[in-house]
């Protein structure tokens, strides 16, 4: 068994800025009430013409680009996302297109928020087994697209990105050390698009009772996501061999300051060792891990050796952790599109 590890990171935000202060103009709410309930202060959305594909693209080329990596030279590609550009084909397979990644295979992951935690996992798995060598793991939501503008709950908390890496392997002990994966059925409900499936097909009375735009159980998520951190955060570094004052930083999914907070105090750790930017883009679902990652790279915080937590949650209900000794140089940032 041979080990995993990044070799490239891309990510790509759409240009539109939405404030909270616009967000007042829309919904009954306050810049004071979000932020001091979420943290978030804005938030990207994508263009009417642009599709998960197309942020997966771009992050993908800068991911590529960081590695040195042709597209050729793909073996895998696989795209987290809840936001799928349709039903099928794969968005995987429409990056894979548009790159020219010709001798590659292409399947999305869908597990909501943890699916590029997920799909990460799978291509250690592809990599560690010796059945691939080059895998591009991509996170891309427009999740812009799935909310109801109307609903205060939910509109004023998620935002449009992509983050990618690229995967090789490396030597045992370096790179993805351990992961952990699960879930609970039984909660999904809690967070869920209802219509547009084989349960609900569209109709005009789907359409009419808003069954195609996200749903949410605030509360209930909340309970479950405060819970579910800490113990994702403690079976990655258990099943690593490490202990977890030896972290140098925790990459948490963005959803919400307070769970973000909720967690340090629970592990009991500082606050500092987890990297934030909720503030900026708010909820981009399984866009949020890569995107953190890459700016905890860009921005000279995880360094060469330093050893990593990355944790997400998400409907399903679903949840996802994974430790790393980070390897990858440091590179300047080729760009961000931003």
Same mark, same amino acid.
């Given at each position: ?10 990510? !790509? ?267 900026? !883009? ?57």
């Amino acid at each position: 068994m041979r080990g995993s590890t990044i070799t490239g990171m891309g990510r !790509y935000v759409p240009r539109r800025v939405m404030t909270n202060h616009e967000l007042e103009k829309i919904v009954e709410t306050t810049d004071e009430w979000i932020v001091s309930r979420t943290g978030i202060r804005e938030r990207r959305i994508a263009a009417p013409e642009e599709a998960s594909s197309d942020l997966a693209f771009h992050a993908a080329q800068e991911a590529l680009a960081d590695a040195g990596v042709s597209p050729e030279q793909i073996d895998l590609i696989i795209v987290g996302t809840a936001t799928p550009d349709m039903l099928f084909p794969a968005t995987a397979c429409i990056v894979q297109d548009r790159l020219g990644a010709r001798n590659a295979g292409a399947f999305d992951v869908s597990a909501a928020c943890s699916s590029w935690v997920y799909a990460a996992a799978v291509a250690h798995g592809y990599i560690a087994g010796g059945l691939a060598n080059t895998v591009l793991v991509v996170g891309a939501e427009v999740l812009s697209k799935f909310v109801n503008w109307k609903d205060r709950n939910t509109c004023v908390l998620f935002g449009d990105s992509a983050g990618a890496a690229v995967l090789r392997p490396c030597e045992q002990g370096r790179g993805f050390l351990s992961f952990y994966l699960g879930a609970d059925g039984s909660g999904g409900s809690l967070i869920a698009v209802p219509a547009g499936g084989s349960r609900i097909p569209a109709s005009y009375d789907s359409v009419e009772q808003n069954l195609h735009f996200m749903q949410m159980n605030g509360r209930e998520v909340y309970k479950f996501a405060v819970r579910c951190i800490p113990k994702a955060i403690e079976e990655a570094v258990q099943r690593a061999h490490v202990a977890i004052e030896d972290v140098d930083w925790f990459i948490p999914h963005q959803a919400n300051i307070r769970i973000i907070d909720a967690a340090a105090e629970r592990l009991g750790q500082p606050r500092e060792k987890f990297f934030i930017n909720v503030e900026r !883009y708010g909820n981009t679902s399984s866009a949020s891990v890569p995107v953190a990652l890459y700016e905890a790279v860009r921005t000279g915080r995880l360094k060469e050796g330093d050893l990593a937590v990355l944790v997400a949650f998400g409907g399903g209900l679903t949840w996802g952790s994974c430790a790393m000794r980070w390897t990858m140089p440091t590179t300047t940032d080729p760009g961000s599109r931003a």
